[in-house]
């Protein structure tokens, strides 16, 4: 089992930044890669980066150049730092830990950019 505790959200100004926080515990070990997933009132959930165990990334060209994703591996800790924040980012964004069993969310965190 992999529990997954996002943080970091709130309300930002056009052109602002915010750091999400995903904090896993649990069976770490059998994690193999996480993302960042977001879904905007009446939307589909989707994509906004991922990365590997080796730090491979992987991001929506949406959000290509202004959020980048990284990971502590020793607070077993994953990061969405959002920069040049647009109306458009607002959502719920999420956390997700995949493995070969299966996949794990967070509760997600509520992003608004709105001035």
Known sequence: QVQLVESGGGLVQPGGSLRLSCAASGIISSIYIMGWYRQAPGKQRELVATITNSASTNYADSVRGR????RDNAKNTMYLQMNSLKPEDT???????QTIARNYWGQGTQVTVSS
């Open 91 to 97: 959502a719920v964004y999420y956390c997700r830990a």
């Open 67 to 70: 959020f980048t994703i990284s």
